[in-house]
């Protein structure tokens, strides 16, 4: 999907009540005081500030994200609420405009099923992750692979689901990327989502644990 038009439908959104998120990845993730972490897809914000809460002072959090409307509302409420500790990055997930080895926990929320090249984000999630250093992602994978003439239909991209893989697609690109082992914290039965059924699933990996590390 092309960035603008992402943009534009999450710019529309940030400023809406709606439901965003398909998981809860955060839920999970346990920052502790002094980690430095980044949320990929960060949205309005909301999971940012919870994490610049729990590492604390001598901690740091990212959010990155392409919407110019959703880093606007993530930025305001984090000014309101008085929380420093933290900074909004404007970004597409292929490329993550930090420095190699220099993040402990990586979450994400409903949002890499979005990516155009979904091996270079998990490339870049491997970059950036100290060793040892860990993520939760929550998404979607669908059962079967998504027919070819919905991947580019602007309303299945709008339902969220014209770019899900299948689980075996999902689980290979980890692998690929370098993640070792992975560890499958929840996963629903899959639910009917346009013309496929998807399944939602929250991950957790480490860098630099498995076999062969
Ligand atoms: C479904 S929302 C989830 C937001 C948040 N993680 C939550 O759970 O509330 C997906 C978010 O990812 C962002 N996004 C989608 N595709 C992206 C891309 N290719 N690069 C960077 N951000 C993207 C959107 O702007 C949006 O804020």
Redesign the pocket.
């Known amino acids: ?1 092309a ?1 603008v038009e ?2 534009k ?3 529309e ?2 400023v809406d009540d709606c439901c ?4 809860g ?1 955060v839920d999970h993730s346990k920052p502790q005081p002094g980690e430095i972490c980044l ?6 914000g ?2 940012v500030i919870r994490m610049a809460e729990e590492v604390g002072e001598k901690g740091y959090v990212y959010g ?4 110019d409307g ?1 880093l606007k509302k993530a930025e305001s409420t984090a000014r309101k609420m008085g929380v420093e500790n933290l900074r909004f990055i404007k ?4 490329i993550i405009p930090l420095a190699h080895k220099s993040i402990d926990l990586i979450i ?4 890499i099923n ?3 090249d979904k091996q270079a984000v998990w490339n870049e999630i491997y970059r950036v992750l100290k060793e040892g250093g860990r993520f939760v992602v ?1 998404d979607i994978y669908s059962t079967s692979p998504v027919p070819e003439e919905y991947k580019n239909d602007p309303e299945a991209i709008a339902e ?1 689901w014209a770019g899900a893989v299948t689980r075996q697609e999902y689980m290979d690109q980890l692998a690929k990327a370098g993640f070792k082992s992975i560890e499958v914290i929840e996963e629903s039965v899959p639910y009917e989502k346009g013309k496929v059924k998807v399944s939602s699933i929250t991950i957790k990996g480490t860098k630099g644990k498995g076999c062969c590390n």
């Open positions: 999907m960035l992402i943009n439908r999450y710019s959104l940030a965003l998120s398909c998981g990845a949320d990929l897809g960060s949205g309005r909301t999971d990155l994200d392409i919407s959703m970004s597409e997930l292929e994400s929320n409903c949002t979005h990516a155009d929550s969220c």
